[in-house]
């Protein structure tokens, strides 16, 4: 992943058969799908690659205990289906996580232990285990910081886990691979129609602050939360498409959850999943639903959102958090599909929606991570009816994601290289400075935020040891990236900053 090289593909090329707006989960799954059916296809994106929702993510890839409980054993079903095709198809992102429901009465234990059998059982021959119901002492023995009043028991069950923006930063190097075009940082500004059918799309490099006016036959906009701004740059008479919602996540250290079960609390007062999961050595707790009215790159959490998931947690587990406890909070956005009803917007469906707008541009919203593909595949399946493409099918279900060979040997050759690139950044995680100049090199990163947020997780797991390494992470970027020391200062200050808002005060 050259973005120079990436860059030279719109200066050469006169039509494209798609261009995809958005770099996000569905936005890079569309650009795969489409690169490998053959389509010429661009992606553009306006910050960096899973900027957005798609690095905020739970971190689980799973059906959906939830939703089978709401009765869309449709949306459980199609999920369930979707997670075995990501967990084979990306098995060095991805893996097996086991997780544990407490329940605190016989009806309970019965009640959960028969919908999660179920749920075994509409993921078919994809079944990652089989669910198995849980004594007190066995459950004890699973979770051992959990409050034993009134414990009876537990549901053990098999879901799925992964890092979302390394799967993102990934499935964009497949999708070049594959021969599609990708680039960070180039942002759509406006549609050229002819005929009142959109037949370019306008941008700007914001690096470079050079634009372009790209030639396509079909346009997808896969922008999640986004999805409204990029609707009415269509057709400013369109009324909204999706009604974002926010959760959050707290990350702890592992010692106020160990061991290596995450565990699922099945109903909180705001009617959703409590999650504690393992992830990179610390503890993902998460999540809420908060309907907003304002979206941006950078949503805050709400102190009522902080207050409620360490509460909760505190009721479950004997071993207290308190707020200085907090390693990060981050927050996401979810581009939930816009409905008449009124009510909670836990209880709105996750399920996607397609729209082809009489210009021609097809809007994909909704759904979660785990279903990207299927997504995808939609999407692509109607531009190529839309932009009158040769009919291809969609092969992504058996797509391997990522090259872990390749990968192997570029690091091994940047050491080879130079062996001070085997230190750590910080003495208390495991990343090197090999990580940092791979990022550069070979995964597009232009700014501090892209390696500490996006490419190395840091700032989603110790915000404040984040801040402390980000001036070194400043002075390896503008060697390579031949910046000077102005550049340095205000990518430290602007980082900073912005690291600020991922530590609770």
Request: charged share 25%; glycine share 6%.
């Amino acid at each position: 992943m050259n973005r120079n090289q990436q860059l030279q593909a719109l200066e050469t090329s006169t039509l494209w058969d798609i261009v995809v707006i958005g770099g996000g989960a569905t936005g890079l799954g569309s650009a795969l799908d489409a690169a490998t059916r053959g389509y010429k296809t661009l992606l553009i994106e306006s910050h960096d690659f899973a900027k957005g929702t798609s690095s905020r993510s739970t971190k689980l890839v799973h059906g959906g205990v939830r939703y089978l409980e709401q009765g869309n054993i449709k949306l459980v079903r199609e999920a369930l289906r979707e997670r075995g095709y990501l967990l084979k198809n990306a098995a060095h992102l991805t893996s097996i996580q086991t997780f544990i429901l407490p329940v605190f009465s016989w009806w309970e234990k019965m009640f959960y232990g028969l919908g999660l059998k179920f749920y075994d059982l509409l993921s078919g021959k994809l079944s990652l285990g089989d669910t198995q119901i849980l004594s007190k002492s066995q459950t004890l023995a699973h979770l051992p910081t959990i409050n034993i009043e009134k414990l009876t028991g537990g549901i053990l069950y098999y879901d799925g886990q992964f890092d979302d923006s390394h799967l993102a930063i990934e499935l964009a190097a497949t999708a070049i691979q594959k021969g599609a075009t990708v680039i960070n940082y180039c942002k759509a500004t406006g549609f050229i129609k002819v005929n009142g059918k959109i037949k370019e799309v306008e941008c700007i490099d914001l690096l470079s602050e050079k634009k372009y006016a790209i030639k396509t036959k079909v346009v997808i906009n896969a922008t999640g939360v986004f999805t409204n701004a990029i609707v009415q740059m269509d057709d400013h008479l369109q009324h909204d498409l999706v009604s974002p919602s926010q959760g959050i996540h707290l990350v702890v250290d592992v010692k106020f959850f160990p061991g290596v079960d995450a565990m699922m609390i099945p109903k909180t007062d705001d009617g959703r999943v409590l999650f504690a999961v393992p992830w990179h050595d610390k503890v993902v707790l998460g999540t809420t639903d908060t309907p907003i009215e304002l979206v941006s790159f950078e949503p805050k959490p709400l102190e009522e959102e902080i207050d409620f998931i360490i509460t909760h947690m505190n009721r479950y587990c004997t071993k207290l958090i308190k707020r200085a406890d907090v390693n990060s909070v981050y927050v996401g956005l979810r581009p939930l599909v816009k409905q008449k009803r009124k009510g909670s917007t836990a209880l709105i469906s996750r399920e996607h929606h397609l729209s082809v707008s009489p210009t021609g541009l097809i809007t994909i919203t909704g759904g979660k991570w785990t279903t990207y593909r299927k997504m995808a595949a939609d999407a692509v399946d109607n531009a190529g009816f839309i932009g009158k493409l040769n009919k291809e099918k969609c092969i992504t279900a058996h797509t391997p994601i990522g090259d872990e060979a390749l990968k192997k040997n570029r690091m091994e050759n940047l050491l080879k290289n130079d062996a001070l690139l085997k230190e750590l950044i910080h003495p208390s995680y495991p990343f090197t400075k090999a990580m940092i100049v791979y990022a550069i090199k070979f995964e597009m990163a232009m700014g501090i935020e892209d390696i500490l947020a996006r490419r190395i997780r840091l700032l989603f797991l110790d915000a404040r040891v984040a801040i402390a390494v980000a001036p070194m992470v400043a002075s390896m970027m503008a060697s390579y990236l031949q910046k000077d020391k102005n550049w340095e200062v205000e990518e430290v200050a602007v980082f900073t900053q912005l690291a600020e808002q991922y530590i609770l005060k």
